[in-house]
């Protein structure tokens, strides 16, 4: 599979997640990579104007910013000039982190859910960490059998450069603790759909799935989202895969046991009681009705 936007060359997932590692130079004049997923951890310098759409906050940048995205919080953002250009990374946890020696990296405040990750860069700086770009660049396209290590060592210093950086204030929105989770939970569960494939089925089914994939206690997670929303996390679970659900039934001709399996529930026997508790119809009806 592979991903594409506004006429770029799309980056192959599958590859990324078999080499764990993806660098590239963009350029909205002339084309590049895209992607549009946000399966992976991300880097990237860029020069324009954009605006960050980043868990509960909204970020303004101007001229050249290094951005640290992590796949576990939520974030989108719209360019606000014509031209841009720069250079982007993408990775695994598992590429970063193989032995479990950069830990403290990861758990830094660049890829903390509450943590800053935009930074103003200065040209001195812009010089600095562009080299190193064009160093993993360069160096992805070589058979040189150390070549990840050699990486990975780009990337450390790209991140210490970024920690020693003051982070980047513009426009921030400070929303409260309850409602700071709320909203990445909200823009995560969203995130899980619409299913496309009955070979990629949902990765968070439960209350449980969602606190672990953010780091939060169950119980915080669920304080919070009550509190903000008035219903339980489990019943937005809930009713966005029953509205999934209705959706595969009436525009998709997969079986069953297809949409079943693609919505997370291991047996079809599971899904039909659950979807009967919730609608109060089985899905073979919905779908007869629909037919």
Wanted: charged share 25%; with cysteine; hydrophobic share 35%.
């Amino acid at each position: 599979m592979s991903i594409q936007e506004n006429n770029l060359v799309p980056v192959s997932t599958s590859e990324l997640t078999l080499k764990g590692f993806k660098v590239y130079k963009t350029d909205s004049r002339l084309g590049g990579y895209s992607y549009s997923r946000k399966d992976f951890y991300k880097i990237n310098i860029t020069t324009g104007r954009f605006l960050f759409n980043y868990a509960d906050r909204s970020i303004e940048t101007e001229d050249t910013f290094l951005f640290f995205g992590n796949p576990r919080i939520p974030y989108s953002c719209e360019p606000r000039s014509e031209n841009h250009s720069g250079y982007t990374c993408l990775f695994t946890e598992d590429f970063i982190n193989p032995n479990q020696r950069s830990e403290s990296l990861m758990q830094s405040p660049l890829f903390r859910l509450g943590g800053t990750p935009i930074f103003g860069v200065n040209e001195d700086q812009k010089i600095k960490l562009t080299g190193l770009f064009e160093e993993m660049i360069k160096e992805q396209e070589t058979e040189y059998a150390f070549k990840d290590e050699l990486i990975r060592n780009y990337m450390s210093l790209i991140i210490h450069e970024a920690l020693k950086m003051q982070p980047s204030e513009n426009n921030i929105k400070h929303n409260n603790a309850s409602s700071r989770i709320t909203s990445v939970f909200l823009e995560l569960l969203e995130r899980q759909f619409p299913v496309e494939s009955t070979d990629r089925p949902l990765m968070l089914r439960t209350a449980q799935d969602y606190a672990g994939y953010l780091s939060v206690h169950i119980n915080y997670l669920n304080s919070a989202v009550k509190e903000i929303t008035g219903k339980s996390t489990s019943t937005l679970i809930s009713d966005r895969v029953v509205a999934e659900a209705k959706a595969l039934l009436q525009h998709t001709d997969w079986n069953i046991t297809e949409i079943a399996y693609a919505l997370g529930f291991e047996y079809p026997t599971y899904f039909n009681n659950f979807f009967k508790k919730k609608t109060g119809s089985i899905p073979k009806a919905v779908r007869a009705g629909h037919l």
